[in-house]
């Protein structure tokens, strides 16, 4: 159980993530408190966490800035504290220009710095230090996504006794782009430190045997890897969900009825809302989106009179530049397309850049008519999975890249190539037209699917098999 929090070897599981799982909060009487940050990981490894009195160690979120480890809710909190400039070249450079487009099918150029590298190896290092620090002897320590990859391998060298596991949120490239990665030898080592490295799909776990058995000379045998030091390591999917019961009862409550009910006031009551929701990300597909809902209203395939767009794009990582160029390219056509196809007193897509409360969102779930997710490539994209779970009568649609994650289980959706805008469009034309019949279909298949595998089951599973590894020699 954990004593002074942060103190030496006392945590049995410990989550090593970029992000705490706390955020700033201002108490009543103006000082200043921590709350428990909203989110899908943090909902599933909190009770693992409080269970064991075990700790979260991640970066507070903002650059220069000191925070001493506390306890939180039951559990330790450990920050990393971060400069400005390692904020600069570890989390927007290295692992937000580096790795995220890369690993996201090359949708945008990744760009290689040698000096991003180096402080990624650094921070990486300075995460492993102070999970070696707090870690019991033969503990468990899950290490989360892209940010930290070398974690597992470092962790491993400062203490042989921990089981390590490490989670992929985000695709893992086909090795023909990974290649191109000039530290790519370190990266797969760093990750070949855990003992199961768990992704979002089977393809990518495939990706990466064959990385180890092309890239790193390794003997492989279906989902195994088997490292020169005389190591096992798994590479295994582990789709990633949502807490489907707590949305489903917040969407339920009277409070989200009214906000559904006001939102579809403020919109003018139309026949029919679209909805998008989504981090302002080149990922996800927002330029190609805009485009065909801005063709569907200019030539009137969609009535701006009856019918509204709805897109809630969530400011992000405002401190790199194509996030700046995304941001301003959006903003500039949803004006054109605005003032082009508008009515008096109808704006047919209504546009919020804004981070919402849980219970706004899980409203506007209910609200919306055709639930629009069209990314160029996603890990898994845990909002279409949110809507289904949210959105309870039998009337509603989900429009799905079949380029996220999730299309391959949500597989009663209306898919789509969001690369095809004309295909797109009539997708999103043949969601909202369909019978009730075919919605009520869909939507009850795809709500069996999110309740049975929630989140509990995707951290459930890890960390079984986790926990079935042999304990090191
Ligand atoms: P990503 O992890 O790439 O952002 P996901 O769709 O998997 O994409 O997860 C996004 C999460 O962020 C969801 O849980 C969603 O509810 C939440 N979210 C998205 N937009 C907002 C917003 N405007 N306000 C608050 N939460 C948001
Ligand atoms: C994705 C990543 C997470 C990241 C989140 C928000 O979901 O997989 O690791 O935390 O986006 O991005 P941010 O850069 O704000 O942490």
Redesign the pocket.
């Known amino acids: 159980a954990a004593g002074t929090p942060g103190s030496p070897r006392s945590a049995d599981f410990v989550v090593v993530a970029n992000r705490l799982p706390v955020d700033r909060k201002k108490n009543k009487d103006g000082s200043q408190g921590w709350k428990t940050s909203?989110?899908?990981l943090v909902t599933a490894l909190k009770p693992v966490v409080q269970a064991h009195g075990g700790a979260w160690i991640g970066w507070g979120g903002s650059a220069d800035e000191h925070i001493d480890p506390f306890t939180f809710d039951g559990h330790g909190v450990v920050p990393v504290d971060l400069s400005s400039d390692e904020v600069a070249e570890y989390y927007e450079g290295m692992s937000n220009t580096t790795f995220w487009p890369l690993y996201h099918d090359c949708v945008e150029h990744p760009e290689y710095h040698r000096e991003w590298w180096e402080t990624y190896l650094e921070i990486n290092e300075r995460f492993a230090r102070a999970a070696a620090e707090i870690a019991s002897p033969g503990a468990t320590v899950w290490v989360q996504d892209y940010q930290l990859q070398n974690v597992p391998a470092l962790l491993r060298s400062m203490r042989p006794d921990l089981k390590i596991g490490f989670f992929l949120?985000i695709p893992f490239p086909p090795i023909e782009l990974f290649m191109q990665l000039p530290w790519r030898f370190q990266v797969i080592d760093g990750l070949l430190g855990a003992d199961i490295v768990g992704f979002q799909e089977p393809g990518s776990a495939h990706n990466f045997v064959r990385l180890g058995r092309r890239l790193g000379g390794l003997r492989t045998y279906r989902d195994k890897l088997f490292t020169t030091d005389g190591r096992t390591v798994t590479a295994k999917a582990y789709p990633i969900s949502?807490d489907s019961q707590e949305l489903l009862d917040l969407s339920r409550t009277p409070e989200a009825r009214e906000i559904a009910r006001q939102l579809r006031d403020d919109l003018g009551n139309p026949e029919r809302i679209f909805l998008g929701?989504?981090?302002l990300?080149y990922?996800?597909g927002l330029r190609h989106r805009v485009q065909a809902f801005g063709e569907l209203f200019t030539s009137g395939q969609l009535d701006p009179l009856n019918n509204v767009y709805l897109q809630?794009?969530?400011p992000?990582r405002e401190g790199v530049r194509r996030y700046q160029i995304l941001h301003r390219d959006i903003d500039e056509m949803v004006g054109r397309i605005n003032s082009q196809s508008g009515r008096i007193g109808r704006t047919p897509i209504q546009y919020r850049y804004?981070?919402?409360?849980?219970l706004a969102?899980a409203a506007m779930y209910r609200a919306a008519d055709v639930m629009v997710v069209s990314p160029l490539r996603?890990?898994?994209?845990?909002?279409?999975k949110?809507y289904v779970a949210a959105h309870d009568s039998d009337d509603g649609a989900l429009v799905l890249s079949e380029f996220a994650g999730a299309a391959l289980e949500l597989t009663q959706a209306y898919m789509v190539n969001p690369y095809d805008v004309n295909g797109m469009k009539n997708q999103i034309l043949r969601a909202a037209g369909d019978s009730h019949a075919n919605h009520a279909r869909r939507m009850r298949a795809m709500r069996k699917q999110v309740f049975k595998h929630d989140i509990e089951a995707w951290a459930g599973s890890f960390l079984s098999d986790l926990g079935s590894v042999p304990d090191p020699q």
């Open positions: 909203p989110g899908g949120h949502i929701v989504d981090r990300d990922t996800k809630v794009a969530t992000t804004s981070s919402y409360p849980k969102l996603d890990g898994m994209n845990l909002v279409a949110e």
